[in-house]
């Protein structure tokens, strides 16, 4: 990546072998660990890199400060993606000071007990300064975005905000996915359980002028910032950006699949502006939680499996109350050959989450489909279509 500014290089990596971030998250295109060298008459580094690409942090540094020796390395989150080398960039600029809120001070140590992080620190806190010369950094806490110890740092004589996890995506500074669809399943999957943590730090740094976000992961976002404020808001919010319906569906033996893609095609033909169908068992739940986030209904088709919810559907709904889902209207659809309790135990699920209302009629298949099915399924969906009209 090439500099975005004069006074800043960007000294990230790229991991593109990687199959699965945080053990979970599919990532086929890879993703980047980003990390910042401010050039000033002091030099600050923002943010490390994981251990997986630390030779390559460690080359692209020496690199950039062309002989100089840094003064700062700001450490916004110690998650081990930004963290695992910190010790190594300390242990090589013996005169460098890590700078941290008291919290994360504490976590490195959790990390890495064999280090005197104390002797080494500059501890800030909300609102404290580092004056670089040409620039100052401010410093705002942002915990439980997504870890306690966050903080973000704001370069204004740059424009610049470093912003930690936030504005963060699947995928690497060059990609050419649209920023909004992988920055939305990272968003809710990694930070969407704290949208009210969000909407602190956003008031916040609204009183700001910032022309250029510097995260984690992902491009460097400078043109059309209103854009991408106003997803996270309305990610924070749990508020949908679409008018449209996910089905997402649970089948073993392709009778709940069935229902599933025609319920799917007559909310089409109801006047549906969008409507997504997602298989539980083959998409990554991943996807499934962030076009439930980005669409305002949903419908839910499973078949009962054990006397339960089938398994993929269960992760779903297990997920969705994970990050505090809340305020869609819902469709159910239940399978059984003989005892069908799918609707019952889908509508326990949306009881834990808030505002969540289930659309009658509830349909239930006994194995096949039938023409008095199909009948309830057309009901159906034009009753979710008309809803909230």
């Keep these: 990546m090439q500099s975005f500014n004069p006074n800043i290089r960007f000294v990230g990596t790229v991991d593109d072998n990687l199959d699965l971030f945080e053990g979970q998250y599919p990532i086929p295109k890879g993703i980047s660990y980003n990390s910042y060298l401010i050039l000033d008459d002091r030099l600050a580094i923002v943010d490390a890199v994981d251990k997986r690409r630390r030779s390559d942090w460690l080359a692209a540094l020496d690199d950039a400060l062309d002989g100089r ?7 916004q989150h110690v998650e081990p993606d930004h963290s695992a080398s910190v010790v190594d960039a300390l242990r090589r600029y013996p005169g460098m000071k890590m700078v941290a809120t008291a919290k994360a001070v504490a976590m490195m140590g959790n990390f890495h007990s064999d280090f005197d992080f ?3 620190s500059i501890v800030v806190k909300e609102g404290d300064t580092l004056p670089l010369g040409r620039a100052t950094l401010e410093f705002f806490g942002a915990p439980m975005v997504h870890w306690p110890e966050v903080m973000m740092t704001l370069d204004a004589a740059d424009g610049v905000l470093f912003s930690a996890d936030a504005f963060g995506t699947f995928a ?13 399943r990272y968003y809710c999957n990694i930070v969407g359980k704290y949208g009210a943590n969000v909407q602190a730090i956003m008031k916040k740094l609204s009183t700001r002028k910032f022309s250029t976000v510097c995260p984690l992961h992902g491009p460097v976002l400078r043109d059309n910032l209103a854009h991408y404020w106003q997803l996270y808001d309305k990610w924070s919010r749990w508020e949908p950006e679409t008018e449209g319906v996910l089905v997402a569906y649970a089948s073993v033996y392709g009778g ?11 909310l089409e033909e109801e006047g549906e502006p969008e409507v997504v169908l997602m298989d539980l068992s083959r998409h990554d739940v991943s996807y499934a939680v962030a076009e439930a986030f980005r669409l305002n209904k949903l419908a839910l088709c499973s078949v009962t499996y054990d006397a339960a919810l089938f398994p993929a559907m269960y992760n779903f709904l297990h997920h969705l109350h994970a990050k505090n889902f809340k305020g869609r209207r819902v469709a159910l659809v239940e399978n059984g050959s003989w005892a069908p309790v799918a609707a019952k135990l889908m509508r326990d ?3 834990g ?3 969540m209302e289930v659309v009658e009629p509830v ?22 279509a008309l809803a909230g009209e």
């Design 256 to 266: 709940t699949a069935t229902a599933a893609r025609r319920l799917a095609a007559m």
């Design 349 to 351: 699920q949306l009881a």
């Design 118 to 120: 104390a002797s080494r």
């Design 69 to 75: 020796q840094p003064d700062y390395l700001i450490v």
């Design 172 to 184: 690497t500074p060059s990609s050419p996915e649209a920023w909004d669809d992988e920055a939305r």
């Design 353 to 355: 989450m808030k505002d």
């Design 363 to 384: 349909v239930t298949l006994r194995s096949r489909m039938t023409s008095e099915n199909s009948a309830q399924l057309r009901i159906l969906a034009r009753t979710l």
